[in-house]
């Protein structure tokens, strides 16, 4: 029976595992929706409704996963120090040298997977793609270190979760970008910044132990909590303003607004409440994230009936 290492209460990573299953799992894959759904989203926007995805569209997904898989890995491989305080536990902060190594290797060979797909799509989500990897690479590597800087981290994730992914998707349809499909993506960036202000609750204290000058841990808990509900209501105000503007029939633009406006304004109210009552814990993060995904599900779904 292999050996089992808890990360969070409900989590665990097998030691015994083959290098392919071990990178799976250290990938946390089912975070890599985040920048899927906004490949989606920028796809379908250029589409303008919906039609049967193209291969192109399908080769950048696998793409994005293998590349968001790779960037997960060397982060945690950068930040293991800091996780080992935060009592996250898998090979990474408990194994070898070697071990780690073995790790690190596999990921380099899903980045390169990565590149060599996305140089067969068009040279504008090319362009993309390869702006996601610099920045992905700068976020917790020397000497940018964009995760130790409180704006930089939260901007830089926007993009990478956000802004970036959505043009990826968009260019596989058309290089030519409306100004009002650039001011949708800033929104759902804006979105983004409001979900990643609230991920550093759950490693706050390795985070402070290793000088790590977090958003959170220079300006605070009530003023990153407040700061994150109203990105994300403006986030969600201006997408479906965006998306009344672009629909069809008045109906249609009635009955999504109203739906859209009391779900965004809820979702909002309710992050901030979850978070405050659980303690900000890594329950009340990953809640929150669940709840992220449902949203950008409806959205995407208004513009597939655009």
């Not at 209460?9 to 299953?21: A, D, W």
């Not at 949708?184 to 402070?208: H, P, T, Y």
């Not at 304004?265 to 405050?276: C, F």
């Amino acid at each position: 029976m292999p050996i089992v290492l808890e990360v969070h209460p409900g989590r665990s990573v097998p030691l015994g595992l083959p290098l392919v299953e071990q990178l799976f799992l250290l990938s946390r894959p089912a975070n890599a929706l985040l920048p899927l759904l906004l490949l989606t989203a920028g796809f379908y926007a250029a589409l303008g409704g919906f039609e049967q995805p193209s291969l192109d569209f399908y080769n950048l997904c696998i793409s994005a996963f293998l590349l968001h898989a790779a960037f997960t890995v060397f982060n945690d491989v950068a930040d293991r120090t800091i996780d080992a305080d935060n009592n996250v536990r898998t090979i990474i902060t408990l194994g070898t040298k070697t071990q780690r190594l073995r790790i690190a290797w596999g990921a380099a060979v899903l980045l390169v997977a990565a590149i060599l797909i996305v140089a067969t799509l068009p040279p504008a989500v090319t362009i993309v793609v390869l702006c996601m990897t610099v920045v992905a690479f700068g976020y917790n590597q020397r000497p940018l270190q964009f995760s130790r800087r409180p704006l930089a981290s939260i901007i830089s994730l926007g993009l990478l979760y956000g802004f970036l992914p959505f043009f990826a998707g968009y260019f596989v349809v058309s290089p030519q970008v409306p100004y009002e499909w650039v001011a949708f993506a800033s929104l759902w960036m804006v979105g983004r910044i409001s979900l990643s202000l609230l991920k550093d609750f759950k490693d706050e204290d390795g985070d402070a132990r290793h000088g790590k000058q977090t958003f959170l841990l220079r300006y605070g808990h009530g003023a990153t909590l407040h700061l994150s509900t109203w990105l994300c209501a403006i986030s969600y105000v201006g997408i479906t303003a965006i998306l009344v503007l672009q629909a069809r029939t008045l109906l249609l633009m009635v009955v999504v607004v109203v739906a859209a406006l009391v779900v965004g304004v809820a979702y909002s109210l309710l992050r901030q409440r979850t978070m405050m009552a659980e303690l900000a814990t890594w329950r009340s993060v990953d809640a929150v994230v669940k709840q992220q995904i449902i949203i950008d599900g409806m959205f995407i779904v208004w513009l597939m009936l655009l």
